[in-house]
C-alpha cells in the first residue's frame, strides 16, 4: 500500500531479532541506507562502545543532510 501524498510512510516489513551482533549489523543497514530521514526510538542506549558507534553514524547522516529525530525511552534505563 502507498501513503497518501503528504502522510508519512508505512513501515514495509518488521523483523524481530534476537542476537545482538545482527540486530546491531541490521539497524547500522537502514541508517546507511536512509536518504531522507530517520526517526529512531530506543528503550535503552548505554554510552557504551555499540551506542556510540549508533550515535556516530546518526550524526554522520544528519551532517549529510539526512533529517534525524531520536526519543529515548528513559524508563528501560532506571532500572538498570
Known amino acids: 500500500a502507498q501513503a497518501a501524498p503528504g502522510s508519512l510512510p508505512l513501515p514495509t516489513t518488521f ?3 534476537a542476537d545482538g551482533t545482527e540486530a546491531f ?6 541508517i ?5 530521514r530517520l526517526d529512531v526510538l530506543m528503550y ?4 557504551d562502545p555499540v551506542g556510540w558507534a549508533v550515535a556516530k553514524q546518526l ?6 543532510g539526512v533529517a534525524v529525530r531520536v526519543l529515548v525511552d528513559t524508563g528501560g534505563i532506571l532500572s538498570q
Open 59 to 64: 550524526a554522520a547522516k544528519g551532517a549529510n
Open 15 to 17: 523483523t524481530p531479532i
Open 44 to 47: 535503552i542506549w548505554d554510552a
Open 25 to 30: 549489523a541490521a539497524l547500522s543497514s537502514v
Open 32 to 36: 546507511d541506507s536512509a536518504a531522507c
